[in-house]
């Protein structure tokens, strides 16, 4: 198993920092992520608790399910299918708290491939990626606010 632990300070406030990160329909706005939607809404607001959502990647396609909604506080997700190769993820968490003004994003994310022998090579690999990849996401989200909020 592979743990990711990103930690960015954002410059913008939590509730446009939360809403960026935690809506589906702003997804295909950032790197690497081709398209994402709604399969099933939340129970109490769409991209909340109970939220099914497909992300497709640059080769991959995501399926999450939102496990926590805590409106400019936390969003919790776990991984429930991955194409076209398997990925066992229990869990996917961005904790947001204000600082300054400004909002820090704690994101983790726990994963292993689900491959005999080469899933650890894979997860290792992979591993320091995935958290360059959400790190740029997180400041890419920052600048799209700055440029269209000047």
């Known amino acids: 198993m592979y743990k990711i632990e990103v930690e960015e300070v954002l410059d913008m406030p939590i509730d446009a920092a939360f ?3 935690t809506d589906h329909g702003n997804y295909n706005l950032y790197p690497g992520i081709k398209a994402a939607q709604l399969l099933k809404s939340g129970r109490d607001e769409p991209n909340g608790v109970g939220a099914v ?28 299918d991955a194409k076209p190769l398997g990925i066992y993820h229990p869990m996917g968490r961005m904790e947001f ?13 726990e994963f292993a491939m689900k491959l005999p022998l080469l ?15 959400f790190s740029n996401l997180l400041q890419g989200v920052a600048s799209r606010y700055r440029f269209f909020n000047r």
């Not at 995501?62 to 805590?70: A, D, G, T």
């Not at 708290?97 to 994310?109: H, Q």
């Open 97 to 109: 708290s204000e600082v300054e003004g400004k909002t820090k994003v704690y994101w983790t994310s």
């Open 53 to 80: 959502r497909e992300v497709k990647l640059n080769g991959a396609t995501l399926q999450e399910e939102i496990v926590r909604f805590e409106t400019n506080k936390v969003m919790e997700y776990r991984i429930r």
């Open 19 to 21: 809403q960026m990160l």
């Open 119 to 133: 899933g650890q090579l894979l997860d290792n690999y992979l591993g320091p990626r995935m958290a360059k990849a």
